[in-house]
T-cell receptor, first 114, second 113 residues
Framework: KAGVTQTPRYLIKTRGQQVTLSCSPISGHRSVSWYQQTPGQGLQFLFEYFSETQRNKGNFPGRFSGRQFSNSRSEMNVSTLELGDSALYLC?????????????FGPGTRLTVL | GNSVTQMEGPVTLSEEAFLTINCTYTATGYPSLFWYVQYPGEGLQLLLKATKADDKGSNKGFEATYRKETTSFHLEKGSVQVSDSAVYFCALLSTSGTYKYIFGTGTRLKVLA
């Protein structure tokens, strides 16, 4: 079974631009979560989608948004990029966290904002 | 609210030394507990998990026991190898209210040959 895939793996943008990251979950998984990982803040939860609905949201500004498609693939968008948005963005999928099922992570997209 | 506290790193050990990475949690109800490992340049991989009190998760020589009385889930390995060098994350999944994973800040382990 293929794992979680994320594209692109690396991205360089400049301040003020916007970016879209993509995540394809493991086949059959309906929950997709996004995290931001930085050296200073560790792993911070952005949001979780389940069956195309945002079910949970972390404490990030409205510049960070996401969506999930009917095939469970998810995209995350960051508008008006700031230098502080430079981070590794991780996507994780599970069948449904409410069943205590395990989250499986993708390799991440490393975003650098210049 | 729910939270996870891990011992700060980095932890530096010689090969074959005993490893303990402390993890304590605060949560309502009965959360599931996890240890994830992140190797350089990669995403997180599940190392082991425990879903109820007194459960012991184990994998690749690593063990952790879910201790409800001390709200702890310490990671241990009897003899570390250079290949164990990585960042280790303790996490909980609350099963009451919103189902959201909470991660600790991570502990970097460096094993020297």
């Amino acid at each position: 079974k293929a794992g979680v895939t994320q594209t692109p793996r690396y991205l360089i943008k400049t301040r003020g631009q916007q970016v879209t990251l993509s995540c394809s979950p493991i086949s059959g998984h309906r929950s997709v979560s996004w995290y931001q990982q930085t050296p200073g803040q560790g792993l911070q939860f952005l949001f979780e989608y389940f069956s195309e609905t945002q079910r949970n949201k972390g404490n990030f500004p409205g510049r960070f948004s996401g969506r999930q498609f009917s095939n469970s693939r998810s995209e995350m968008n960051v508008s008006t990029l700031e230098l502080g948005d430079s981070a590794l963005y991780l996507c994780a999928s599970s069948s449904d966290p409410s069943s205590t099922d395990t989250q499986y992570f993708g390799p991440g997209t490393r975003l650098t904002v210049l | 609210g729910n939270s996870v506290t891990q011992m700060e790193g980095p932890v530096t050990l010689s090969e074959e030394a005993f490893l303990t990475i402390n993890c304590t949690y605060t949560a309502t109800g009965y959360p599931s507990l996890f240890w994830y490992v992140q190797y350089p340049g990669e995403g997180l991989q599940l190392l082991l998990k425990a879903t109820k009190a007194d459960d012991k998760g184990s994998n690749k020589g690593f063990e952790a026991t879910y201790r409800k009385e001390t709200t702890s889930f310490h990671l241990e390995k009897g003899s570390v190898q250079v290949s164990d060098s990585a960042v280790y994350f303790c996490a909980l999944l609350s099963t009451s209210g919103t189902y959201k994973y909470i991660f600790g800040t991570g502990t970097r382990l460096k094993v020297l040959a």
